[in-house]
């Protein structure tokens, strides 16, 4: 996940397993990466007002990192890209998720 468009503000990934959940912080634009060779399996929850922009993405030709064998390389096409860090998956989602949603904007 990260937030930013030329110069990145902010930059994370998360390692999630059947049963746990990942809540996309609003304003934040993310990719989904299976680095193993199983199928993947997933569901989303999109907000009525969260829209879609990856122009951005698409015109750095991808994220602010690339998830390679040898592990995470800074994408060069961006001006600035902080340091990228791991955010533990949810076990669980509390409460309404419209609630959430909206909570989220704010």
């Given amino acids: 996940m990260q937030k930013g468009r030329d110069k990145i503000e902010d930059v994370f990934f998360v390692r999630a397993k059947k049963g ?44 602010a990192y690339f998830y390679t064998t040898k592990g995470w390389i800074k994408n060069e096409n961006y001006s600035y890209v902080p340091q990228i860090r791991e955010e533990k998956p949810l076990l669980k989602i509390e409460g309404d998720i419209e609630e959430i949603c909206l909570k989220r904007k704010e």
């Fill in 20 to 63: 746990e959940f990942i809540l996309i912080p609003f304003d934040y634009g993310h990719i989904t990466i299976n680095p193993s060779s199983s199928n993947l399996k997933l569901g989303n929850y999109v907000c009525f007002e969260s829209g879609h922009d990856y122009d951005s993405i698409l015109n750095k030709k991808g994220g």
